[in-house]
DNA sequence: TTGAAAGCGATACCAA
DNA sequence: TTGGTATCGCTTTCAA
């Protein structure tokens, strides 16, 4: 209720003084300082965004898009960013397309996020070209969490490595005949494809790199879904195929593949080991061995980067940030030791 | 970039036209008002939020107050409000407590939330009666979603009612030894709690009213976490103590008791019924029998209320909206369907 | 139906 | 170090 003028007069000085004051700028002397601050705290004095936007031409805000806030992934990215953006004043809008892609079209088209933030962070979200146009004509600072984009800094895991390790894992245990659930293709949004992309390629790499043949690199495709990983494993091991070890892209679709695993009366890890990739939660509720990110930390870092982008024009570069091996139970040698290169694809015949 | 003048200027107007065919007010002629709404979209025109906020005095925006984002029922009731106040134009900022107290503090006696939005929509926030003169003087509209607060409206789950049916069901299956995991006592975050306690309280209700006798209402403390929960039951069965049926006040927690069921070697539900409340995706996992929720529509519903309220002073009430009883394969009737009322707490001995 | 002009509350420049 | 004042872009009132 009390605006700069009502300090201003308690203070027995200019607004300007007070404005000066209040932003920690230089200028003021201690006595008078002090008093402001003092004062505005006692008239519960805040500053209008709106009035102060208005003149100084920034928000002290940052928009965040995301795909959807409803996910583990997401809404840890978000905790984090909000943590930073907090710690330095900053206020967080959040754009949510929640499957809605007219959303999406009106973000960028209409420039909005402009409008209401100083800058954008982005979750997962593959910029089209004209996107990066818009943004770039904007000079809005941007950093993309999850999947580099072309052109736009992130901040993010080595997706490749992430498989990479999963898969060596499980190679090292001695398991050839490996199966890869991989996710992407998902509903509508136009989620960034180089996450499922490079997860996939760390799997085929490393399953190169021990000397396993082509046609011993095989996938189903979970969509990054349990149920929908839990059905494909279904069909699979109707089909007869069981392999002794399971590499998904994500922790919920090795969830999905243990209880399709389970169903038919296989057991983890006795007769399928089964390793994810995330850190999820769910992953310590299934003692599902796994190759864990931070999400957490990756929204602080990406917010760190905007709000240096923003006020100094900093030309940091993209940040690679490690994952964690997490050994649990739900991966062991393949119960058949023996089976060698060349026969890999029957040794681990069974019946549920 | 472009601002209002210069769609004045393209359509032969003043700025007071523009403003109220933007607007979609009246007293502009059909022609002119299409004519003003083709060529802002032309040049890309968006109305700076700062300016109209500050002559208008609202911001259409909407300050969200999450204890954290990274949780279920937080984000899923972020997401459905998202969804509602984009369609109605509005943007929404979240302000996520993320376990620091002080955050808290400023919010309130800052009166930031104020600042940045039209109305406030809060999340399981316990407010002080200080908290609420602040709201109240401020003339802020404000929901809650997730505990009701005295003196304020708000979109929820019969919380009784809810741990109440989970009871019943155990009951009507013929269970007599049922255990209670109960909510609360989180961590620092003055949470609301009322959820917990009224869960209890419909456990309660229910044993009384199906004639259970005092002493065998009895309950252990899982915090609404699953690794707090699991803990607790392992010391519970560590103590000899094996009830026929356990009712968590989450789903969460009831995965965590399921967990250390099964580590004890007690199988689900053939010698231990367990049923949940929430609907939390976790639950599928589990096959687990619970009592759901709907958190995107009470963050749908929530949201509404809150426009109507900033646009109309409508008077609405607050909304309880219904649960629905999720049967899954983790309740079944006692392995001993003749424990008497008089034997319950020993029928069910057994060794693991 | 339309336009002219006065502000909304802060900031930033320039002068003192 | 301080104060006066123009100004940010829009909405709103009042007059035409």
Redesign the pocket.
Known sequence: MA???D??RAA?????????A??G?????A???ERILRLAAELG????S???G????HTRAVAVVVPRIDGWFYSSVVEGADAELRRAGYDLVLFSLGGRDGERERLFHESILGKRGDGVLALCIDFSRGERAQLAELRLPTMIVGGPVRGVRYVGIDENEAAAIATEHLLELGHTDILFIEGGAEIGQRLNPRVSKERRQGYENAMRAAGRPEEAIRSIQGEFSAAVARARMHELLEAGSVPTGIVAASDEMAVGAILALRARGLRVPEDVSVVGVDGHPVAELFSLTTVAQDPFTQGRTAARMLLDDIGARSSRRSVRVPVEFVPRTSTAPPRDSRSSATEDRSSSSMTA
Chains 1, 2 share one sequence.
Do not use: E, Q
């Open positions: 605006d700069i003028t300090v201003a027995g000085v200019s607004t300007a003084t007070v404005s000066r209040l932003a700028r230089p200028h003021v002397s006595a008078t300082r004095y805040v500053p209008s709106s009035a102060s208005l003149r100084s031409g």
